[in-house]
């Protein structure tokens, strides 16, 4: 009987491990990129400059992922003292993304505006985005989440890094969103009961003979 009982633990142990390794996670491939409506938001009426944006190629990311949607530079020749001005400076970004499994592909738009000042030694520009910032894209069989934000504000003209604007995308794993994979440590705790109601059960039967 205690062949039997090393036989169970055995069976238990392998158990733990084969549901160890089918308990890793499946990443889910995707391709994105982003386009902005134009790339450049000018100054008001008047203005010398404006605000550039980038456009972010094709790229693939696996899983929920932070990603750039564009980089933002100012541009100008007015002088500190008579800045460029942009009240309401509107732009657009859209999202377009490739679900690499069914091939299918969808878009979403984010919208907002620039306010602030610039000049070629001076930068004092804030982000409003406009509506949702949180949009949703099922494609295929797996549910995508996209948040835009947050925003770094781009530097003086003569700055060597951009500002940004970021995203983050999440999505589902085999199906479900935001679920985890069990811990090995709760898969030993498990197959360990196993084995101990197991051990007590045989020991019953024992004390019964």
Excluded at 63 to 78: H, M, Q
Excluded at 126 to 154: C, W
Aim: with cysteine; net charge neutral.
């Amino acid at each position: 009987m205690k062949r039997s009982l090393f036989s169970l633990w055995g069976t238990a142990l392998g158990l733990m491990l084969l549901a160890a390794a089918n308990a890793q996670a499946t990443f889910v491939p995707y391709d994105y990129s982003w386009a902005p409506n134009s790339l450049v938001v000018g100054a008001d009426s008047g203005g010398t400059g404006g605000i550039s944006m980038t456009l972010q190629q094709m790229a693939r990311a696996e899983g929920s992922s932070d990603v750039i949607a564009t980089n933002l530079r100012t541009f100008s020749s007015a002088p500190r003292t008579t800045p460029d001005q942009v009240a309401r400076g509107s732009y657009s970004l859209t999202l377009t993304l490739t679900d690499v499994g069914s091939g299918v592909s969808g878009q979403v738009r984010f919208d907002g505006y620039f306010s602030g000042t610039f000049s070629t030694t001076s930068s004092n520009v804030a982000n409003n985005f406009v509506g949702d910032v949180t949009k949703t894209l099922v494609l295929g069989s797996h549910t995508y989440v996209i948040t835009i934000g947050p925003y770094a504000p781009p530097g003086p003209p003569n700055a060597s890094n951009a500002g940004t604007i970021s995203a983050h995308i999440s999505v589902d794993e085999d199906g479900h969103q935001g679920d985890e994979a069990p811990e090995p440590s709760t898969l030993l705790l498990s197959c360990m009961g196993i084995s101990f109601v197991g051990a007590a059960s045989w020991r019953k039967w024992k004390q019964k003979r």
